[in-house]
């Protein structure tokens, strides 16, 4: 039996992150996957990035993470999102070659010390909560020993996909599933739900008649995704562009005439779908009101003349898809490449795991991406990362880390599911995010690159890009108290500006903090920050305008802290003691918070269970002192 410090089950976006993490801080790690072929394989939508999503994958590379990195690499466009909105909002979105981002990721994991990469089906996991040992089981014979696992098997197990009436038992583009994984995990006594999502056809880019689209090109003086990227290597020749088209009343009714054949109306498809990324069928039934639902066709790769369809996810039979493509405007001859599909498959309910990600039953056995019943590559790199760090610090003796709400959207994200569950797949959003002015884009190495660099997995060269970015900025915050002479070319930024001309002379943080002046406008005329970098002088920017926004949120946080920071010890019995409502017992026993912040987010915990709950706990305390 072939022995590793820690054995990381599936090779998506989760299990990339989560492998690279152990590896990276001195673990022999076994890196297992069904096909050497899938590795970070971008299943669905060839893009990373998004509202929300942006922000989730600059913090996986600030913690010392990959796929912000890859990323940059392969990317064919890039774009902000929500750029005429607020920065809290705001979010970077890049179309991927989705051959590149596979070919890249998998030969940083083939060449990263202390990393294996194994092609294999896991049919068993046996757990001795004795010895904290785990034996991993493959369906050829292999069996591997390990003190930590990590499960990220996406959306593979026992999945199945749907067309129409026809069903298979495979996974994602038709690759091998694990059918016997599931099965195991249930008798290592892990409750299970059943979810599906879905993917829409690809055409072939020579057969549609792009003259008929609204153009979507890609933008390139914006910030990478990878705080680490070089600044000099941004978006080198012509990026690829992306086209609009949209449905219309003939698509409606097309799907109108089908839905009979429509599986997830036919109740073929048994799986729980996700909300905010519905398929075609379910739009045009759920918003009936609407005349027509926005498209984009998205080049799959430079290498190939595959066009994803984003927004046209289906389970319909073929031929009904086919007239449905024909219905849109320059699709109207477009030859479909893949058809689309519906799959289901199987996940852990997820209040079964500490915001450690570490499942509560079983040491040392941690659970990252969609098998947490949540969607998306950004969500699975977030959760991989966390869940590899905590494993590595499980190996080490160390306290684990959990990331605060306040900290992130990855700290938003896994308290969300661990806390309260859901009955869906989960996607994040920025709505999600209380904090979300404090938890931006730009900032993301601002608020995590420490906490990375404190576990061990950020390198010298990220933490010296770091601290140098700390430098520049506080230097430029000096800047900003240098009193300015109101001469006649500050006067005349103030009036073309539409801002009245102020009489005595300001220093120019006040100047900034007008609404029509910002610090480009201002240097301008003043010259004074012409050797910094526009991200940085970004970054101070707003930090100076959203200043007052800032120091609320940072009051706010302060505030919820206390009750973070008031621990309920894994021991309590919430059915001792008079006071708490069944329904609020029970509850909390089965997620055992670890402190009194997250019990008040438990679903079913009312703020008066709260106030009771503290006063146990501190008696409880008490008592066992």
Partial sequence: ??????????????????????AR????????????????FLACNPSIGGTAKGQLVSEVDALGGEMGVNIDKTMLQIRMLNSGKGPAVQSLRAQADKIEYHNEMKKTLENTPNLYLRQGEVIEIICNDDTQEKIVKTAVGEEYKAKAVVLATGVYLKSRII???????????????????????????????????????????RSIDFSKLEIQKGEEDIQNFSFITPKDNKRKGEQTPCYLTYTNLDTHQIIKDNLDKAPVFSGLIQGVGPRYCPSIETKIVRFSDK????????PESAKTNEIYIQGFSTSMPVDVQEEMIHSLQGLENAEIMRDSYAIEYDCIEPTQLSPTLE????????FAGQINGTSGYEEAAGQGIVAGINANLYLKGKEQLVLKRSDGYIGVLIDDIVTKGTNEPYRMMTSRAEYRLLLRQDNADLRLTQIGRDVGLVDDNRYAV?????????????????????????????IENSENVPKDNPIIK????????????????????????????????????????????????EKALKNEKIVIPYDFDYFRYHG???????????????????????????????????VLVKKFKEENK
Avoid at 291 to 297: M, T
């Fill in 1 to 22: 039996m072939k022995e590793f410090d820690a054995i990381v089950i599936g090779a998506g976006h989760a299990g990339c992150e989560a492998g690279l993490a152990l």
């Fill in 580 to 614: 708490l409502r069944t329904e609020a017992a029970e509850k909390l026993a089965e997620i055992k918070p670890l402190n009194i912040g997250q019990a008040s987010r438990v679903s079913g915990v009312s703020p008066a269970d709260i106030a009771v709950l503290s």
């Fill in 291 to 298: 005349d027509r639902h926005q498209l984009f066709l998205e």
């Fill in 163 to 205: 067309i129409g009436d026809y069903t298979k038992d495979v996974g994602p583009n038709g690759f091998c599933n694990a059918q016997l994984l599931s099965d195991s995990l249930k008798r290592l006594g892990i409750k299970l739900l059943r979810f599906k999502t879905g993917t829409p056809a690809r055409v072939n880019s």
């Fill in 359 to 366: 499942i509560k039953n079983h040491k040392g056995l941690f």
């Fill in 25 to 40: 801080t001195g673990n022999k790690t076994l890196l297992l996957t069904l096909s050497l072929d899938a590795v970070a």
């Fill in 510 to 557: 006040d100047m900034l903090k007008r609404s029509n002046l910002d610090i480009f406008k201002v240097n301008e005329v003043l010259h004074i920050f012409d050797d910094f970098d526009k991200e940085i002088l970004r970054e101070v920017n707003i930090m100076t305008k959203y200043e007052g926004y800032l120091n609320q949120q940072q009051d706010d946080i």
């Fill in 466 to 494: 770091y601290t140098c970015k700390l430098k520049d900025i506080k230097k430029v915050q000096e800047l900003l108290k240098t009193k300015v002479v109101v001469d006649e070319n500050i006067k005349n930024l103030y």
